[in-house]
């Protein structure tokens, strides 16, 4: 005879997942706002870092993609800019839009920024065994694939 799982008792993996997944963003912007403390950046622009270390995006789009009005995104743009960390051009294709990049400076404290983080997160990522740090990785990047559909 089958036994009869209950709607409460199918979606508790999920939730326990759901739960673990929201405690590992907790502990892991706790140590990206640790480490945009000791460099004087704010978690906006640390973002914007991070996404531009390997694309040069139109500011409308970096600014879609962060979820922030196009003025609050110039004014973040513009305060990077006088640090010396971005900087902006015309767009090769439209010259009406403007695409944003790291400078050199800026490439080089991501760099810092990477390893600072990779120090950081070491010791909750080594308590994993080799196999295991792989397939997490594997599984969340599929995970995030599936956002960007």
Known sequence: MKKQISMKQASAPREGLAD???????VT???????????????SLIR??????????????????????????SGLIARAEKRGLVARAPNKEDGRATDVFLTSDGAKLVKRLHVQGQRALAPLIEQLSASDQQLLQELLQRMLETRKG
């Open 20 to 26: 673990a997944l929201a405690t590992t963003a907790f």
């Open 48 to 73: 914007v870092l991070g996404i531009l270390w390997d694309r040069r995006p139109r500011m409308a789009e970096l600014a879609d993609y962060l979820g922030l009005e196009k003025q609050t995104m």
């Open 29 to 43: 912007m706790a140590v990206i706002n640790k480490i945009g403390a000791e460099n004087d950046l704010s978690l």
